[in-house]
């Protein structure tokens, strides 16, 4: 029975009770299309009495002929304990399973569980790996993750070039956070060539998309229009070219910020992370977010708490101080904080 055909007897089944006596002839002859079926049908208690145990059996013949969805609902019982004793690396084993045979789905839960070290030892080369994947099959969301994992080097050497690349194909679906990471990166220069008029261009797109969200009451679209505004005040600026003007600026900057200057602090430190006007050295990028931070500089805050939740800018990971730093740029109303400690918790 083909994977087609067994949906159209789904749809054309009388009844749920007559549809799950079908399933379960064919299943009992080892049918795999079947057997996931009748799976289903214990699960959701279709046609028959719940039952999550025989939910388990019958996703496990189906798992163990290679049925992807099945592999994922084996995956899914062990990781929650619906109908078998939970086992995370059982999890994660059938996961594996589903992803190697490319469903995309599975591939992004296996990153995930790489990412984090559940059921498996955390890898982040191996995480980044499988995100790639999913992102090379078209998923805006994880395109913007692969983007985000070259712009810090996480998982993978750092490449803002690629990262620019990922940026945009997340961008061009008309994910806003992309959109606002190409706008930024053509406002400094960063994996390609400053272009004021493309930054303001992504910029007013993402605009857009937080203006509407905006009027629905959501408070970190509020914060990111108030950030945009900004930015499209920079790129309109007439500023100085790369070179000379940079480096001169950059001089600026950290003369004001050897001085206990909180904002000067903040700009030398991005100074350093995108080499603007100076070398990249992200450790010294890092000092001096650090010093910005520790005199409460909310958005300093909120990138150290990004630094510690992701493991990078050469900074281990680490959730208790990811915490510490959203709760103090929380704590001064930043709402993209807020966003993030609510997912971290």
């Known amino acids: 029975m083909t994977k087609e055909e067994a949906k159209n007897e789904k749809k054309n089944a009388a009844n ?25 049908c214990y699960y959701e208690g279709k046609g028959v009495k719940e039952n999550k145990k025989e939910a388990f059996k019958w996703y496990l013949k189906a798992a163990e002929q290679g049925h992807i969805e099945a592999q994922c609902a084996v995956g899914f019982c062990y990781d ?53 994947k999913v992102a090379e099959q078209g998923n805006a969301d994880v395109q913007l993750i692969v983007g985000t994992r070259y712009t810090y080097g996480n998982g993978v050497k750092e490449n803002q070039k690629e990262a620019f690349k990922w940026y945009m194909k997340a961008a061009k679906q008309g994910n806003a956070e992309s959109q606002f990471s190409v706008g930024s990166a053509y406002l400094i220069g960063n994996g390609v060539k400053k272009n004021k008029k493309e930054a303001l261009k992504w910029y007013e797109k993402v605009t857009e998309w937080y203006e509407k969200s905006a009027e629905e009451g959501d408070a970190y679209a509020k914060y990111m229009l108030k950030v945009l505004d900004q930015l499209k005040h920079n790129a309109r600026e007439n500023t100085k070219k790369r070179g000379k003007g940079e480096e001169q600026n950059f001089a600026h900057w950290l003369e004001a910020a050897e001085k206990g200057d909180s904002t000067a602090q903040g700009k030398v430190g991005g100074c350093y992370f995108f080499g603007i006007g100076v070398r990249k050295n992200k450790k010294e990028a890092f000092k001096w977010f650090k010093k910005a931070a520790d005199q409460g500089v909310d958005t300093v805050q909120l990138l150290m708490g990004l630094c510690y939740d992701t493991g990078t800018m050469g900074i281990k990971e680490n959730k208790e101080e990811a915490i510490k730093w959203y709760e103090k740029s929380a704590d001064q109303g930043n709402d993209y904080a807020k966003k993030n400690l609510e997912e971290l918790k």
């Not at 549809?19 to 795999?32: P, S």
């Not at 992004?108 to 995480?127: C, P, Q, S, T």
Request: aromatic share 12%; no cysteine; charged share 35%.
């Open 80 to 132: 929650e304990g619906e109908g078998v004793r939970k086992n995370k690396k059982k999890a994660f084993q059938w996961y594996l399973k589903a992803a190697e045979q490319g469903d995309a789905d599975a591939q992004l839960i296996v990153a995930w569980h790489y990412d984090e070290g559940e059921g498996v030892r955390k890898n982040k080369k191996k995480a980044f790996q499988w995100y790639l």
């Open 16 to 40: 749920p009770e007559q549809d799950f006596a079908h399933w379960l002839e064919a299943a009992e002859q080892g049918d795999a299309e079947a057997q996931n079926e009748v799976g289903d």
